[in-house]
């Protein structure tokens, strides 16, 4: 496992550091839209922000941008037609929710239109481009009981400081997959800077900025790929080839996806983002089935040790979309020991109980073979952990098993409460470090300031069974404030 979590005190950035890279990247992105989007025209319903035809420019850049703010906070913005949709309805509002549909990886929600608009499109070309710049800024904040490191927690892992978690932003264009006339393409470019650099880290993507410098602060291209929509073959395929997030699990690695700001055991362990090309199948309303392959977990396929690996999954929905389940097995090879080689036999279900209420639940089991033993003479790829194996044993099978559930209440249009419970065992210490079980129960509460700010304050508390693992080994528990504030531009 990347050593992800391991921390040493290490300064805030220098600011005329900080704006360079960031002001780089955003330069970057903006111009690369700015040519893809030449001559692009929208395609099915226009946005509530897009001028009609002939009507005059009002205001320039700045006073456009001032303007969807003041009028997103003060819930004016306008609002146009319900966007054209192909399939069952979605379960859940977003916002306040992450997502109004359940999710799965590997492609965009084939039937659902894009009709989103942001605050720099808006202000840029009034939205009325397919290609779409936008993105968002995350500073966060934690008061812990460890005072050096809070691992395993993540993203929150510096303990009692302000950081700069993530500064994101996309260039994208999404296929349109709710005509059934013409393979159509979309397109998506990430630049991401700050702290969570470590959780999206590949290796061979400007990996020695964490695999050999540690630096708490840095940059990744996370995510890079094409999706190429086929609408004739069964109710639409979506292929995507690139970089892109590994597919399982309910959690993510972009900020606003998430139901809360510190993310789970679970996933602080499993695999992030995976370098090859993915199918999507729409089968009908109910069924979706997913396979790919990729040059392993969390390396580019130029590295030394890339073990070619399998991906499918299965997806159903209930009739009445009060129940969604997604089933992967993910990234299957030997499972002989690399870089980050684990073998994920994953499980998610999504439930609606009303209008109100809904929860999340994920299981999965995940092993390596072969893994060198932490005494012995086999050194560990840099930045991994070796396996707790059995005295006299160079190398061992190292398993781990978690599970999770998340549990939402929706209290109105811009708020809900979210209450997370994790169980990890990490049998050999191979994820962590530490060969324990762990436990976790997080309250949070999401807070949305129109669409476009959002304020998620959590209380969280960390147990580790077996043995001491909190603050580099030196306590069994860890207690936590935490939250942050996301700013979407």
Same mark, same amino acid.
């Given at each position: 496992?990347?050593?992800?979590?391991?921390?040493?005190?290490?300064?805030?950035?220098?600011?005329?550091?900080?704006?360079?890279?960031?002001?780089?990247?955003?330069?970057?992105?903006?111009?690369?839209?700015?040519?893809?989007?030449?001559?692009?025209?929208?395609?099915?319903?226009?946005?509530?922000?897009?001028?009609?035809?002939?009507?005059?420019?009002?205001?320039?850049?700045?006073?456009?941008?001032?303007?969807?703010?003041?009028?997103?906070?003060?819930?004016?913005?306008?609002?146009?037609?319900?966007?054209?949709?192909?399939?069952?309805?979605?379960?859940?509002?977003?916002?306040?929710?992450?997502?109004?549909?359940?999710?799965?990886?590997?492609?965009?929600?084939?039937?659902?239109?894009?009709?989103?608009?942001?605050?720099?499109?808006?202000?840029?070309?009034? /939205?009325? $481009?397919?290609?779409?710049?936008?993105?968002? @800024?995350?500073?966060? &904040? !934690?008061?812990? *009981?460890?005072?050096?490191?809070?691992?395993?927690?993540?993203?929150?892992?510096?303990?009692?400081?302000?950081?700069?978690?993530?500064?994101?932003?996309?260039?994208?264009?999404?296929?349109?997959?709710?005509?059934?006339?013409?393979?159509?393409?979309?397109?998506?470019?990430?630049?991401?800077?700050?702290?969570?650099?470590?959780?999206?880290?590949?290796?061979?993507?400007?990996?020695?900025?964490?695999?050999?410098?540690?630096?708490?602060?840095?940059?990744?291209?996370?995510?890079?790929?094409?999706?190429?929509?086929?609408?004739?073959?069964?109710?639409?395929?979506?292929?995507?080839?690139?970089?892109?997030?590994?597919?399982?699990?309910?959690?993510?690695?972009? /900020?606003? $996806?998430?139901?809360?700001?510190?993310?789970? @055991?679970?996933?602080? &362990? !499993?695999?992030? *983002?995976?370098?090859?090309?993915?199918?999507?199948?729409?089968?009908?309303?109910?069924?979706?089935?997913?396979?790919?392959?990729?040059?392993?977990?969390?390396?580019?396929?130029?590295?030394?040790?890339?073990?070619?690996?399998?991906?499918?999954?299965?997806?159903?929905?209930?009739?009445?979309?009060?129940?969604?389940?997604?089933?992967?097995?993910?990234?299957?090879?030997?499972?002989?020991?690399?870089?980050?080689?684990?073998?994920?036999?994953?499980?998610?279900?999504?439930?609606?109980?009303?209008?109100?209420?809904?929860?999340?639940?994920?299981?999965?089991?995940?092993?390596?073979?072969?893994?060198?033993?932490?005494?012995?003479?086999?050194?560990?790829?840099?930045?991994?952990?070796?396996?707790?194996?059995?005295?006299?044993?160079?190398?061992?099978?190292?398993?781990?098993?978690?599970?999770?559930?998340?549990?939402?209440?929706?209290?109105?249009?811009?708020?809900?409460?979210?209450?997370?419970?994790?169980?990890?065992?990490?049998?050999?210490?191979?994820?962590?470090?530490?060969?324990?079980?762990?436990?976790?129960?997080?309250?949070?509460?999401?807070?949305?300031?129109?669409?476009?700010?959002?304020?998620?304050?959590?209380?969280?508390?960390?147990?580790?069974?077996?043995?001491?693992?909190?603050?580099?080994?030196?306590?069994?528990?860890?207690?936590?404030?935490?939250?942050?504030?996301?700013?979407?531009?």
């Amino acid at each position: 496992m990347l050593r992800r979590n391991s921390t040493a005190f290490l300064s805030w950035p220098s600011l005329p550091r900080f704006f360079s890279v960031a002001s780089l990247s955003i330069f970057l992105v903006m111009a690369a839209a700015g040519v893809l989007a030449a001559g692009q025209t929208p395609t099915g319903a226009g946005t509530p922000e897009s001028p009609a035809p002939g009507q005059a420019d009002p205001g320039g850049f700045w006073t456009r941008l001032e303007r969807y703010y003041r009028q997103d906070w003060s819930g004016s913005l306008p609002s146009g037609p319900a966007p054209p949709r192909r399939g069952p309805p979605s379960p859940l509002d977003s916002p306040p929710f992450p997502s109004a549909d359940w999710s799965y990886g590997g492609s965009p929600v084939i039937g659902e239109a894009d009709t989103d608009s942001y605050p720099l499109m808006t202000a840029w070309n009034h /939205a009325g $481009s397919r290609t779409k710049v936008y993105g968002w @800024l995350e500073p966060g &904040v !934690d008061f812990s *009981t460890s005072s050096q490191s809070n691992a395993p927690v993540s993203n929150d892992v510096y303990p009692n400081r302000i950081e700069l978690d993530q500064v994101v932003v996309y260039v994208e264009r999404l296929p349109d997959t709710v005509q059934r006339n013409h393979v159509d393409i979309g397109y998506h470019l990430t630049a991401l800077y700050g702290s969570d650099y470590r959780f999206t880290t590949n290796k061979g993507y400007f990996s020695s900025q964490y695999l050999e410098d540690h630096h708490q602060y840095g940059f990744d291209p996370s995510l890079e790929y094409v999706d190429i929509y086929v609408p004739h073959v069964a109710r639409g395929m979506d292929i995507r080839a690139g970089r892109y997030l590994s597919v399982a699990g309910i959690e993510s690695q972009m /900020a606003p $996806s998430n139901y809360m700001y510190s993310h789970s @055991l679970l996933y602080s &362990v !499993d695999p992030f *983002t995976d370098t090859g090309v993915v199918a999507t199948v729409l089968l009908n309303d109910r069924w979706l089935v997913q396979g790919g392959v990729s040059a392993d977990h969390d390396v580019a396929p130029w590295t030394s040790g890339v073990k070619p690996s399998a991906t499918a999954c299965l997806d159903y929905t209930t009739k009445s979309v009060d129940d969604n389940f997604y089933l992967c097995a993910n990234g299957i090879n030997s499972g002989k020991y690399a870089y980050n080689n684990v073998q994920q036999f994953d499980a998610a279900w999504y439930h609606k109980f009303s209008s109100t209420w809904n929860a999340a639940t994920e299981a999965y089991i995940m092993y390596q073979r072969a893994v060198p033993s932490d005494s012995g003479p086999i050194k560990p790829e840099t930045n991994t952990y070796g396996a707790t194996c059995r005295p006299g044993q160079i190398t061992c099978f190292a398993p781990e098993y978690a599970a999770m559930n998340y549990l939402q209440k929706q209290l109105g249009a811009h708020d809900y409460l979210s209450f997370r419970s994790d169980l990890l065992n990490d049998k050999k210490g191979q994820r962590t470090g530490v060969n324990t079980k762990y436990t976790e129960n997080t309250l949070s509460w999401n807070h949305w300031f129109g669409s476009t700010v959002q304020l998620r304050p959590e209380a969280r508390f960390d147990h580790a069974w077996d043995r001491k693992s909190y603050n580099n080994g030196k306590r069994r528990s860890q207690f936590t404030l935490a939250g942050d504030l996301l700013y979407h531009f």
